[in-house]
């Protein structure tokens, strides 16, 4: 398959992974990459700026194909030094970076004069046109299906990309709710360039994760998700489980609820903890409605080949044998 972010990025197939907190190491992103998609390094994983650099070293001796760097600007319990981190991936000479979060306009002069290409998740239109003007190369487009921040529109993918579509010159990814060959030809069907995919790339054998939250995610159904936050301003759709539920039980009580209330449910290290040793209760994690779809834990190359291998035959013979009866 050929499109703009194909050849944008510089990859073979139109299939990119998304960055995930604690998930996004060079051992996945390189794997991804290897491939023929684009993988990502989470920046924010590492606890320092130096550690991002060693990160993405380890990850070129792993691939000679393209990889990004996720940089997401959200609030976080500790303060995170955004700009050194900027400039740690400047100075990596990495060439894609995926920003997310907030406006990543202040980044953009640093970004630019590198020559790196910058995709920006957006959660509305209002939000990718503006991510056009301001120059970013590419969005990824993300729908009220996926996981992590759908921000607090909560329009699904099937409204938000022929809105794109109709509204941007740039090319866009479709994200949120993609993990198989149909979603692939539904997101180009609606106008989309190609697809991010975070949760389905959680559950291969690459991803950096207990066995037993993979197989928690193949046993889901689309109906195992929860939105968390959402009195916050902040919601984050994560894997429905104990801990989620106390969440949105203490969100749902009378009053305000202070961040403060519900924080060491939800801490990063706490997530981290659960993927390390499998204890499904430990805390939260991201996970898109998209768990309904996932029923196996291939390697990423068997999972990028068989999406492709499935789009297009739905487009060649299905699509093709309807327009032409
Ligand atoms: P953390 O331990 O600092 O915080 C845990 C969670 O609480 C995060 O979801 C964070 O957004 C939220 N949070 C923190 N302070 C808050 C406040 N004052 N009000 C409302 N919510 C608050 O975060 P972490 O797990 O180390 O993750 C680091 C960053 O990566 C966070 O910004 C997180 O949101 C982001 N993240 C993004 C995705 C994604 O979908 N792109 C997925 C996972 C994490």
Redesign the pocket.
């Known amino acids: 398959m050929r499109t703009r972010v194909t050849e944008m990025l510089g990859i073979e197939h139109p299939i990119v992974q ?5 998930v996004g190491l060079a051992g996945l992103a390189s794997a991804v990459s290897n491939a023929g998609g684009l993988g990502i390094i ?1 920046g ?1 994983t590492q606890p320092t700026p130096e550690d991002l650099i060693k990160e993405i070293d380890q990850c070129r001796e792993m691939t000679d194909k393209p990889f990004a760097v ?1 940089l ?7 303060p ?1 030094p955004y700009e050194e981190y900027a400039q740690a991936i400047v100075d990596s000479g990495i060439k894609i970076v995926e920003t ?2 907030r406006n990543p306009e202040p980044f953009l002069p640093l970004f630019k004069e590198a020559g790196i290409k910058v995709i920006h ?1 957006c959660t509305s239109i209002r939000h990718s046109l503006k991510a056009e003007k301001i120059g970013c190369d590419m969005v990824s487009v993300d729908g009220f299906e ?4 759908p921000g607090e529109d909560d329009v699904t993918n099937m409204i938000l990309l022929p809105l794109a579509a109709r509204r941007l010159k740039i090319p866009f990814l479709a994200s949120g709710g993609l993990g198989d060959g149909r979603g692939l030809a539904a997101a180009l069907a609606m106008g989309a360039d190609g697809i991010n995919m ?1 949760t389905r790339f959680m559950v291969t054998k690459e991803a950096p994760i207990h066995e037993n939250v993979k197989q928690k995610m193949v046993d889901a159904s689309e109906l195992d998700t929860s939105l968390i ?1 959402r009195s ?1 301003r ?1 919601t ?1 759709r994560v894997f429905k489980n104990s801990v989620a539920e106390q969440v949105v039980e203490i969100e749902s009580q009378d009053g305000e609820t202070r ?1 403060e209330d519900i ?1 060491p449910l ?4 706490k ?2 903890e659960l993927f390390d040793s499998g204890d499904l209760d430990k805390g939260i994690w ?1 996970a898109g409605m998209v768990v309904g779809l996932i029923d196996d834990v291939p390697t990423c190359d068997e999972l990028i080949s068989r999406i492709v291998r499935e789009a297009e035959e739905i487009i060649n013979e299905r699509l093709g044998s309807t327009v032409s009866a």
């Open positions: 998304g960055g995930m907190q604690w989470t924010l996720n997401t600007i959200l609030p976080t319990i500790k995170v997310a979060g998740k996926c996981a992590g921040h975070g936050y916050l902040n984050a961040f924080q939800v801490q990063g290290v997530g981290r991201s």
